[in-house]
Nanobody
Framework: QVQLAESGGGLVQAGGSLRLSCIASGSTFRRSFMGWFRQAPGKEREFVAAINWSGSTTSYADSVKGRFTISRDNAKNTMSLQMNSLKPEDTAVYFC????????????????WGPGTQVTISS
């Protein structure tokens, strides 16, 4: 089991940047596939980005590709999401998650979640 906690959310203007961080605790972290998801008001929670245990494989939603970068530091049990060129449609609560990595774009594949951090982009 792992416990996750996000930080780094806030309010920025369109075109700006934010860096989200997720710190994990628990014995299964180093074998976990880690992901970022987001949920806007009235919308389903959607996949943003994911990274495998070694960090050698990453995946991004088409809506954020080229703007967001996911990374992890297993020595520090942390994962980050660097968000550049932010748009108003990026506004959402962002969640970090840990799972087995079979269907890493699906919410149902992640048993461990952080409480979320709010990201708001103004125009």
């Amino acid at each position: 089991q792992v416990q996750l906690a996000e930080s780094g959310g806030g309010l920025v203007q369109a075109g700006g940047s934010l860096r989200l961080s997720c710190i994990a605790s628990g014995s299964t972290f180093r074998r976990s596939f880690m992901g970022w998801f987001r949920q806007a008001p009235g919308k389903e929670r959607e996949f943003v980005a994911a990274i495998n245990w070694s960090g050698s494989t990453t995946s991004y939603a088409d809506s954020v590709k080229g703007r967001f970068t996911i990374s992890r530091d297993n020595a520090k049990n942390t994962m980050s999401l660097q968000m550049n060129s932010l748009k108003p449609e990026d506004t959402a609560v962002y969640f970090c998650a840990s799972g087995a990595g079979i269907n890493f774009k699906m919410v149902s594949e992640y048993p461990y979640w952080g409480p979320g951090t709010q990201v708001t982009i103004s125009s």
